[in-house]
């Protein structure tokens, strides 16, 4: 294969189109300098960041745009913290004003220890944002009725949820995530829940468009080898995918010739 | 001869704090010593866009959000 045959695998979102089908979050890092490694080593184009309050008693405080630059990486604001429609809307009112961009991330969810998306306060400002002109990637329950719903609105892509954000359980309900993928015509990326490496894959072997990972790197012991790691975890099932594995058997079919054995 | 003029009372990302008469948006700003490229300014739950902060004149009791991006999943 020639090089343009072995990248030539991308995907589109909102008319943009990407070669890493691994999109990583910036939030938890011990410090900005292994953000940046981190996010380097995984090969992300895109990334989440949050908006947030400028620390008025801290000015001089190392900023996140210092170290992960935009012009490099595409900025997906999200709208973590946010449990009312209204709080995503103006949220993300200030991410397209500070930034300037379109493509955002919805997130609303609901109350701890599940942190679930509150899918009704979801579609509530996903409408109120699509009418306002932004291009919206919309975090969800795995909810294949919700799912297309949202794609239905005008969302842009579908995020199902594999597991509550941070809680490194990789995909807990396949079978419904593989449903929104084969239902959906937008992109489908499995967002929240991914603990290692084998996670990403088994998430684009379910035939996804691409894994968003925080916490799984953020928080390993080396986030910089585990950025790797999910690089290649993302890589390897996208490539299963692609190739088509064999069906599941309940019986053995040998490997080797049975045939021309010695007597 | 006195020529104290009231200080306007503002609300700036939840803190209060007192502004001279006449200061706008980009002279707050730059009070703060903040870059105007990397923020985003909410003023009175209305966005103000980055190309007007020099033509608006902040009033008393202005409720005003300086938010800019951190790292988040």
Redesign the interface.
């Known amino acids: 294969m020639d090089g343009m045959t072995q990248t030539g695998d991308t995907w589109t979102v909102a008319g943009r189109t990407f070669s890493s089908r691994l999109v990583v979050g910036t939030g938890k890092y011990k410090d900005l300098p292994t953000t940046a490694a981190a996010i380097e080593a995984s090969g992300a184009e895109m990334v989440t960041v949050a908006v947030r309050r400028v620390n008025l008693s801290d000015r001089n405080a190392p900023m996140l745009q210092d170290y992960v630059s935009p012009q490099h990486y595409t900025y997906l604001p999200n709208t973590a913290g946010c449990f009312t429609a209204d709080e995503a809307v103006r949220t993300l009112r200030l991410a397209r004003e500070a930034g300037g961009w379109n493509l955002v991330k919805l997130e609303v969810l609901g109350p701890p220890p599940l942190l679930y998306p509150d899918m009704a306060a979801t579609l509530l400002a996903a409408e109120a944002l699509i009418k306002d002109g932004f291009e919206v990637m919309v975090y969800c329950s795995d909810d294949p009725v919700a799912a297309k719903r949202l794609e239905d609105m005008g969302c842009v892509a579908i995020m199902p949820l594999g597991a509550p954000i941070g809680s490194g359980l990789g995909v807990q309900n396949p079978l419904m995530i593989q449903s929104i993928i084969e239902n959906a015509k937008v992109p489908v990326l499995v967002d929240a829940g991914v603990g290692t490496a084998w996670d990403a894959a088994f998430a684009m072997e379910l035939g996804c468009d691409a894994v968003l990972v925080n916490s799984a790197i953020a928080l390993a012991d080396d986030p910089v080898l585990m950025a790797r790691a999910m690089k290649a975890g993302v890589e390897a099932g996208r490539f299963a995918f692609r190739a088509g594995r064999i069906p599941r058997k309940g019986f053995a079919s040998a490997s080797s010739p049975m045939t021309g054995l010695i007597r | 001869m006195s020529n104290t003029l009231e200080l306007l009372a503002l609300t700036?990302?939840?803190?209060p704090m007192q502004v001279p008469p006449g200061t706008t948006l980009a002279g707050l700003i730059a009070r703060?010593?903040?870059d105007t490229r990397?923020?985003?300014?909410?003023r009175n739950?209305e966005?103000?866009?980055?190309s007007t902060y020099g033509a608006v004149a902040l009033s008393a009791g202005d409720a005003l959000?300086?938010?800019?991006?951190?790292?988040?999943?």
């Open positions: 700036v990302n939840g803190e703060l010593e903040l990397k923020v985003a300014v909410e739950l966005i103000v866009p980055r959000e300086i938010v800019h991006f951190i790292g988040g999943g």
